[in-house]
């Protein structure tokens, strides 16, 4: 007999995608589930159709395989091998969908029985601080993290003198328990082993039987070049050593830059304000600046130039993270008002004033900003 197309199976279209794929297995799941009809052999041959047809559609690559030879694609051996449609009665995919739906009873983590191994470290966050002239050339620089570590004493198995873990008397090394409750099979962590499979016989004195330990560590950090806020450097095995000899997990570093006393920063360009002589800003000049490169450069104030003009130097801005590129640097001008001026100083700057001829030439901004004004105010009048 021929076998049903998967997608008639789920009753979903050939463009379904993951999120409806899943969502009618799971209805077809509980409705054809052998335990809510039992003595029903139709109902059990739709349950193992439902749970083959999804084993290989929620799979991108069997399904492609699936979508272009049919069910030719799988001959020789078919899909699922025994996990859905053999054997075992589909009770393992009914159970993820189970578990999924309505939790871990006993709080629990599916996936510790099977292999006897224990939780995998904690990943661990450290949050550093860098001057912006740290994040421009990069360092390396070691930092002290509060940590748990592998005990020496049992070497991370827990047992007193390294002793190796024994299979849990409870589950039998499975880690997961099972009781019936209704037309339901209720599966949850095994109390005693805590969902690793294993127990301690004789508890290791120093650790207590964790194989693991309260330490600082000290590591060593190469920070790159061109790093910005937020930027995020991962230290693999690092972090949490895993209970008794479990992978260790990650360390974190969330880098922050500390604000500058002269350098604004917007990703690689850098803003600085210099303040500009009045005489030097009416009359063209050159002024020395800073660089983040901690030097000064020589640069050509034009003839006239007013408060807030900006100079643009090029390659003079922030290193690009993991690149040879930079961005510029930008100038903003800041014309300064002389002060403590002589008598005579200011006899000059009167002669220089004139009268209002003479401000109108010299001083346009301020001299229209003011018939702008009056403009406004006769439109008002109006």
Not at 122 to 149: C, H, W
């Amino acid at each position: 007999m021929a076998k049903r197309d998967y997608y008639e199976c789920l009753k979903v279209s050939k463009d379904a995608d993951a999120a409806e794929l899943k969502k009618a297995y799971r209805k077809l799941a509980m409705e054809y589930h052998p335990d809510r009809n039992p003595d029903d052999d139709e109902a059990e041959k739709n349950f193992k159709e439902v749970n083959e047809a999804y084993e290989v559609l929620k799979d991108e690559d069997k399904r492609a395989a699936y979508d272009r030879f049919g069910h030719a694609a799988f001959e020789g051996g078919g899909p699922g091998g025994g996990g859905f449609g053999g054997g075992g009665g589909g009770q393992g995919g009914f159970a993820d969908i189970f578990e999924e739906m309505f939790g871990d009873f006993m709080g629990g983590s599916r996936g510790g029985g099977g292999g006897g191994g224990a939780g995998r470290g904690s990943d661990l966050r450290y949050n550093m601080e860098v001057t912006l002239e740290e994040a421009f050339n990069g360092q390396k620089t070691d930092i002290r993290v509060p940590t748990s570590v592998i005990c020496d004493s049992c070497t991370g198995t827990g047992g007193e003198g390294g002793a190796a873990p024994v299979t849990c008397g409870t589950c039998g090394g499975a880690g997961r328990v099972r009781s019936q409750s209704g037309f339901f099979t209720v599966e949850r962590g095994c109390p005693t082993c805590q969902g690793t499979g294993q127990t301690i016989a004789d508890p290791c004195k120093s650790c207590g039987g964790a194989g693991r330990k309260q330490k600082d560590k000290t590591l060593s950090v190469n920070i790159p070049s061109g790093v910005e806020e937020g930027t995020r450097i991962r230290l693999a095995g690092e972090g949490e050593a895993g209970l008794r000899g479990a992978p260790a997990g990650d360390l974190y570093i969330f880098l922050s830059v500390k604000p500058h006393r002269f350098f604004k920063r917007d990703q690689a360009d850098l803003y600085v304000r210099v303040p500009v002589p009045m005489t030097v800003a009416s009359l063209g000049g050159q002024i020395e600046v800073p660089t983040i490169e901690g030097k000064l450069v020589r640069i050509t104030i034009p003839e006239g130039t007013p408060t807030g003009h900006q100079l643009r130097l090029r390659g003079k801005g922030m290193k690009v993270l993991r690149s040879e590129s930079r961005g510029d640097m930008f100038v903003q001008i800041f014309v300064e008002t002389p002060v403590n001026l002589t008598k005579k100083q200011k006899e000059l700057l009167k002669e220089f004033t004139g009268d209002d001829k003479s401000v109108k030439k010299h001083s346009p901004e301020s001299t229209g900003f003011l018939d702008k004004v009056k403009d406004l105010w006769e439109d008002l009048r109006d």
